[in-house]
């Protein structure tokens, strides 16, 4: 099936192709591609905005299946789910014969990651006044119009984040809740294993959502209290770098970034 189809995958303008997306869940989509093998010549990424997408978010993907009509497609999960279903790309975790258990504490690891680190993270960005003037002025957009598409981001992520509920912790609970996930990964690596599941020697999704993440907030500077938290555990920081070599050897600057502190 992957032969005959094609992906569009609308994400936020990227400044650096060579680099990570500022978007967790636009890396994480195109970790997943990589993962899956789908051929490079296959996908191309194209520069889109939340506003109008059907649930105000990216990514979102047009599939192109050769005799079918174009499907747009939104959400990361939903739309790895349903590739995975159709055949147009390989069930990783099925094809690697991960347990259900196995894969029940990838999908718990992935709802903690996306559901509560990364807004966690998002939070840090944004709402300390140091980091949201880095995330504003690094903003992939000519200068002048920074402040005002910075305050038009900012009013969206803020309002977000506190119905969400992380905008109503204060900094050092915020800080807390990342430490816990750290903790956690670095607890899990401290045996030594090179992928997320100890009993396979191949990566598997899991190792795509943790990578994309590490990668995602390692090639920015508006998110140092997790940058600090992560790269102290030398593991953590060797993982990433793992995880960055296998799917985006490209990014050579934040490979060298990560080998560095391991
Ligand atoms: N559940 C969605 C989450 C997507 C998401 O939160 N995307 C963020 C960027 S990382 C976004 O588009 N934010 C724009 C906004 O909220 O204005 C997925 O898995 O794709």
């Not at 995975?84 to 990783?92: A, S």
């Not at 402040?147 to 807390?176: C, K, M, N």
């Not at 090639?219 to 790269?231: G, M, V, W, Y």
């Amino acid at each position: 099936m992957a032969a005959a189809a094609s992906i569009k995958l609308h994400g936020f303008p990227k400044a650096d192709l060579n680099a990570p997306s500022d978007s967790y869940f636009c890396q994480k989509l195109e970790a997943y591609l990589r993962l899956a093998s789908f051929p490079r010549e296959q996908y191309k990424l194209v520069d889109a905005l939340p506003f109008r997408q059907p649930k105000g978010k990216l990514p979102a993907i047009t599939l192109s299946v050769a005799g079918q009509a174009d499907a747009y497609l939104v959400d990361s999960h939903f739309i790895i789910a349903k590739l995975t279903r159709e055949g147009v790309l390989k069930d990783v975790d099925a094809e690697l014969g991960l347990a259900p258990l196995e894969r029940a504490d990838t999908r718990a690891w992935q709802a903690w990651t996306e559901d509560l680190v990364y807004p966690a993270i998002v939070a840090t960005r944004w709402l300390r006044p140091v980091n949201y003037a880095v995330s504003r002025d690094s903003m992939p957009v000519p200068s002048l119009l920074r402040p005002l598409v910075g305050w038009i981001f900012y009013r969206r992520i803020s309002s977000s984040l506190v119905a969400q509920g992380i905008g109503r912790h204060s900094d050092q609970e915020i800080d807390t809740l990342l430490k816990e996930w750290v903790d956690a990964l670095a607890a899990r690596l401290a045996d030594g294993r090179t992928w997320f599941h100890a009993s396979h020697e191949s990566p598997s999704a899991a190792d795509a959502y943790i990578g994309s993440l590490l990668a995602n907030t390692g090639a920015l500077d508006s998110n140092p209290e997790f940058n600090a938290l992560c790269l102290s555990e030398p593991r953590i920081a060797a993982y990433a770098a793992r995880c960055t070599k296998l799917f985006f050897p490209e990014y050579e600057k934040l490979i060298a970034s990560f080998d560095t502190a391991c």
